[in-house]
Nanobody
């Protein structure tokens, strides 16, 4: 099983990026899927998570700016990031959490991780 993340890059303050993460080797249509990030010198944090029905959760700092979505036919999860800020600079990782899970705690302990993609926001 492999999660392949892509879409990172360098963008100016206020710009947008969309990350993608495609799973191979297993159909993850019933998994919760999430995005995490880790900035230099900081702990990894959960950014957003989406259940198989489409219910999504977000960390407070990205609410209203980031949108997580999924396409189960493509085994892919996306993170659309708008109004990017320098504090969003980090390595972003996708992850998958198998069922069963409850909405409030989905993505807390994912079993599968992608390799990470760098997002850099210049001021």
């Amino acid at each position: 099983v492999q999660l392949q993340a892509s879409g990172g890059g360098l963008v100016q303050h206020g710009g947008s990026l969309t990350l993608s993460c495609t799973a191979s080797g297993m159909n993850m249509g019933t998994f919760a899927k999430g995005w995490f990030r880790q900035a230099p010198g900081k702990e990894r944090e959960e950014v957003a998570c989406i259940g198989m029905s489409g219910t999504a959760t977000y960390t407070d700092s990205v609410k209203g700016r980031f949108t997580i979505s999924r396409d189960n036919a493509k085994n892919t999860v996306y993170l659309k990031m708008d109004d990017l800020r320098p504090e969003d600079t980090a390595v972003y990782y996708c992850a998958a959490d198998p069922p069963p899970y409850a909405i409030p705690t989905m993505c807390e302990r994912p079993d599968y991780w992608g390799q990470g993609t760098q997002v850099t926001v210049s001021s």
